[in-house]
């Protein structure tokens, strides 16, 4: 087995790597002058099972387009089965119509992702229960709650998801903690602008420390309403455990700022040092992926 890295993530794919006993296989990839990149595979692969590590965090298209050709190269050097590691999954977030004329920009991604012949994905907490339904090869989708769930204190604590789209996975985590007491945020974003405002609570935290699970934290305006809300509704302490660090626009300062105690996040994204701040903790995947590929 060989096991190589798209540009996205390079720090993960080492770890992968290392928990395989293997080095992270050889790969050119030249960015042309205009933008355009060339990828070139070093290593023999003839006959080989190839992983390759590639989460299509921001920038999306560049490090889907990526993806794409490091799988075509792999195919054309007679690589074997191929599995796409993709920790975050970019664009699962446009998995259905929200308002006339959209384009389903998930749909269009996985059909380009399945005519490139790779043999199975590996993925994490994906944004929907629904988004598995549209692959037609296999899908294997992990979740980082019970990594999360080590890390919980259940005294006097209470369990928050920041929107009603996030109950399914509250409950989940709820029940791996032995039915942990959940709160629910009603959040309300505006379509076109993406604009969110937490606008009431469904549960009790007065007095208690709120743990709010999500899947991802873009700009972190999310976890920011919600940990606002909670304090007023009576909360103690806030503490934060999302997945995917996406991390956009100013989320650094954002979250620095905020009145959260402590930012959990995975590496499905890897947090360059510019993205990185005083409180934040980050959890690998690295094992859990590992152990799904041997
Ligand atoms: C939304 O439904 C998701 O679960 C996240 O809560 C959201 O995408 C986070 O985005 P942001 O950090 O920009 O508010």
């Known amino acids: 087995m060989k096991v190589f890295s798209g540009s996205s993530n390079r720090p993960l794919a ?18 042309f002058a205009d ?26 298209d560049s490090n889907y387009m990526e993806l794409f050709f490091i799988i075509d190269a792999l195919k054309r050097s007679g690589a074997g089965k191929i599995t796409a590691v993709i920790p975050y999954l970019g664009y699962q977030r446009q998995d259905h119509i929200f308002r006339d004329g959209e384009a389903v920009s998930l749909e269009v991604v996985v059909e380009t992702l399945q005519s490139t012949g790779v043999s199975k994905i590996i993925t994490f907490d994906l944004h929907s229960i629904k988004i598995p339904e549209l692959f037609k090869i296999q899908l294997v989708h992990l979740s980082a709650l019970s990594l999360f769930a080590k890390k919980i204190e259940k ?19 709820s029940a791996l903690k032995g039915n942990m007491p959940f709160a629910v945020v009603d959040k309300d974003r505006d379509l076109a602008t993406g604009e969110v405002e937490a606008v009431d609570l469904e549960g009790n ?16 305006n999310t976890i920011v309403e919600a940990s606002k809300l909670l304090l007023e509704r009576g909360a103690a302490k806030v503490f934060v455990f999302a997945t995917h660090p996406v991390f956009s626009e100013s989320a650094k300062t954002t979250l620095q700022n905020s009145p959260v105690e402590k930012v959990f996040v995975t590496d499905t994204i890897n947090v360059p040092p510019e993205k990185f701040f005083k409180k934040l903790e980050v959890i690998s995947v690295a094992d859990l992926i590992a152990k799904n590929i041997r």
């Open 14 to 31: 080492e770890k992968i790597a290392d928990k395989l006993n293997l080095k992270v296989s050889g790969l050119e990839i030249h960015v």
């Open 35 to 60: 933008g355009e990149k060339r990828v070139r595979v070093i290593d023999r692969v003839v006959g080989e099972d190839c992983v390759v590590v590639q989460p299509t965090s921001p920038p999306a």
């Open 155 to 173: 005294d006097d604590s209470i369990l928050v998801s920041p929107d009603m789209g996030g109950i399914r996975r509250i409950k989940e985590a």
């Open 205 to 220: 935290v007065k007095g208690k420390t709120a743990i709010i699970i999500d899947d991802m934290i873009s700009t972190g």
